[in-house]
């Protein structure tokens, strides 16, 4: 492998780390900056979560550090070898010494596929709509009656 095909993305959000992490783990906000399976219930994403595409691909939580760190391990069954499992989606938090929240989304590392230069360029526009779609969900304030 000469080189790697990972999608970076980081953006400072004004939220609480906690509101960050409701938005990257309910399914109510996931649905609004990326796609669910319809039959996905309305639980929110813990340890043991598998999301799946029936045919299409599936992801698994494979780490998930409370208002941390929630990485995905990816699958797909036309890559045609279900020993991939070091690609995935991974979404950080963190918090800078003036109270901002900051979140990093990679996605890959997309260099072991045949077509891996197809799955980067793809992921890049997910991770920039991704980012800021979940930035706006945070920064949202409520409406108060």
């Known amino acids: 492998m000469s080189k790697s095909l990972i999608v970076e993305n980081n953006i400072r959000i004004e939220a ?29 994403i813990h340890p043991a979560t598998i999301i799946e595409w029936t045919g299409y691909s599936r992801m698994k939580v494979v780490e998930f550090e409370l208002n941390k760190k929630l990485r995905y391990s990816l ?5 045609n070898d279900e020993s991939i499992t070091n690609i995935g989606y991974t979404y950080s938090l963190s918090v800078d010494d003036n109270g901002y929240t900051w979140l990093s989304i990679e996605v890959g590392d997309f260099a072991i596929l045949t077509e891996g230069d197809k799955y980067f360029n793809e992921s890049i526009t997910f991770g920039e709509t991704a980012s800021q779609k979940i930035k706006e969900l ?3 304030k409520p409406i108060v009656l």
């Open 16 to 44: 609480p780390v906690t509101r960050v992490w409701e938005i990257l783990t309910r399914p109510e906000y996931i649905r609004q900056w990326d796609d669910l399976p319809e039959d996905f219930g309305d639980y929110e």
């Open 138 to 140: 945070a920064e949202k």
């Open 75 to 79: 699958y797909v069954p036309s890559w």
